[in-house]
């Protein structure tokens, strides 16, 4: 049986620019919970305020499944264990578990510490039996075990021995720096198997807590299982300090679809996907689309061909069923799709293309004709169900543009303003509405939202989340095209459009009227209001 322990909110949250609240950590450790680790770790009670009232108030959560853990540190060199402020702090915790961190690399205790290799085993020792009399369950970290391994083996394995004895029922040997490669991992994490069987403490578990430093944070963990451990560490999308850690959602994907272990059970496998956006969500962090298993782009497929093959037969370009871990596949429509690729990305949009002939080959030109363009609807799907609707005469229409007009001006003294004016007719009425704005842009957004909000209440809800602007190639003795891409936000749901022109407002123009008529599409509005103050729910 291989245990789940997951350090996200301690070593976690170590990741540049993160900062969690008290709310935060709580509500990570119930989606954590129900996802089904075995084991969360909270935090580090000694070190700061804040992950003390993380526990208080954990400890009231009725987990299902996780058990608590509380991160710490041997006591202090020459130090007592009775008289240990850090100690004291880790019993008074209510979290039944310690995860006692100490030194086993020689390099460490002489350098770092200060002190001898004896009396290093002795702080060890003495913590671990301190935290046992008063009932804690203890975990011991092997702080850089495999550094501690490669310099000297014996006293590496003697640490781990010795926390054994003292009564910690997991040793678990961390890669700290993060640099080792796999075949170093399997060997040291066979020795340490091999050392507690002689010392006929085979009872006691061995843990990897890996680091990602050398690209091989979940390889070097896979590899320990493979050598005999049986608690694997790491954590959510590999968030961590530096370049994180081991990625805990790859390491259960791997190691219950391809290794055959049962960790979390095929139903709670389905969480992976939710949990890493959940998790990327509270730690602001834009999610990376890339990541294996539950990235947005994992099951995507761009090659016509290949699109067709991955619908007909997942197992063809698949290496597993994306439902099995939460996600879908998805087909991205490019210039290279062919028609089964579009009829698919039609079918997510619910819209019923025609199975062959004239219409779907016209429908396809259209598409690789803009793309010759320079749109791009890949990263664009809003944008390719309003041309696909609209190719398909089942165009939607909330307003009609007459013109509109932009001033951008700037001050000697450096500042600097934009202004739109824009006429457009709703509801066969002609309306003018002018607006600021920090850039020519927002201004022309501000101004198409002061004319149209009336009758569409509903656009105040719609943010524009993100705006890109990128200058495309273009062969020599022809201007630059520009692509305007702007993701937009209702706060439960967000859409992507796309504008290409040569001019940078008129292809930000298109991506902003996509925008909206797609915002006001899927709230149901059924098109032009037929009089004027008629508002559409
Ligand atoms: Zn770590």
């Given at each position: 049986m291989i245990q789940t322990y997951d350090t996200t909110l301690r070593d976690g949250q170590q990741r540049e620019g993160v900062s969690l609240t008290v709310e935060d950590k709580v509500y990570l450790a119930t989606r954590l919970d129900v996802l089904g680790?075995?084991?969360?770790?909270?935090?580090?009670p000694a070190s700061n305020h804040r992950d003390r009232l993380f526990f208080e108030q954990a400890c009231s959560l009725d987990l299902r499944h996780a058990t608590l853990v509380a991160f710490g540190t041997t006591l202090h060199?020459?130090?007592d264990a009775e008289h240990d402020e850090s100690l004291a702090l880790l019993t008074a915790c209510p979290a039944p578990i310690v995860a006692l961190v100490g030194k086993a690399w020689t390099l460490q205790v002489a350098q770092v510490l200060e002190t001898t290799c004896a009396e290093n085993l002795r702080m060890v020792s003495s913590s671990i039996a301190f935290l046992k009399r008063a009932g804690k369950r203890v975990f011991f970290d092997a702080e850089h075990f495999f550094d501690g391994y490669r310099e000297d083996a014996a006293y590496a394995l003697e640490v781990l021995l010795v926390a054994a004895q003292a009564g910690a029922e997991t040793l678990v040997l961390c890669d700290t720096n993060g640099g080792m490669l796999p075949h170093e991992v399997y060997a040291a994490t066979t020795a340490a198997v091999a050392a507690l069987e002689q010392a006929k403490l085979s009872q006691v578990r061995i843990g990897i807590h890996a680091h990602n430093d050398s690209g091989c944070g979940v390889a070097n963990s896979l590899e320990a299982v493979r050598a005999g451990a049986t608690q694997v560490q790491g954590t959510i999308c590999g968030y961590g300090e530096r370049v994180g850690n081991a990625d805990l959602l790859t390491c259960i994907a791997d190691l219950q679809l391809k290794l055959g272990y049962d960790l979390i059970g095929p139903e709670r496998l389905k969480l992976l996907t939710p949990t890493a956006h959940a998790v990327a969500e509270t730690f602001n962090i834009a999610f990376d689309a890339h990541l294996p298993y539950v990235g947005t782009s994992a099951f995507s497929h761009k090659g016509g061909l290949h699109a067709s093959a991955a619908l007909r037969e997942h197992g063809a370009y698949e290496h597993i069923d994306p439902h099995s871990v939460g996600n879908f596949s998805h087909i991205v429509v490019s210039e290279l799709a062919g028609k089964a690729a579009l009829r698919a990305k039609a079918g997510d949009f619910e819209l019923p293309l025609p199975e062959e002939g004239a219409t779907l080959q016209a429908l396809l030109d259209t598409v690789k004709n803009k793309e010759d363009k320079g749109y791009s609807y890949e990263v664009a799907d809003a944008s390719l169900e309003l041309l696909l609707r609209d190719q398909m005469g089942e165009q939607v229409s909330y307003f009609g543009l007459e013109s509109f007009r932009v001033i951008a001006e700037r001050r000697a003294d450096g500042i600097q303003s934009s202004e739109a004016t824009i006429k457009l007719r709703v509801g066969g009425e002609r309306h003018i509405a002018t607006a600021e704005g920090n850039g020519p842009v927002n201004a022309l957004d501000a101004a198409l939202r002061e004319a149209i909000t009336r009758f569409y209440?509903?656009?105040?809800?719609?943010?524009?989340s993100d705006y890109k602007v990128r200058v495309l190639d273009e062969s020599s003795g022809t201007d630059a095209v520009i692509r305007t891409l702007i993701e937009t936000s209702d706060g439960k749901t967000s859409w992507k459009t796309i504008g290409v022109s040569e001019n940078v407002i008129e292809a930000s123009w298109d991506a902003l009227v996509d925008a909206i008529t797609y915002g006001l599409l899927k709230s149901g509005c059924d098109g032009e209001p037929r009089e004027r103050r008629t508002e559409c729910a």
């Open positions: 680790v075995d084991f969360i770790e909270g935090g580090y060199k020459n130090a209440p509903q656009v105040k809800s719609f943010e524009l």
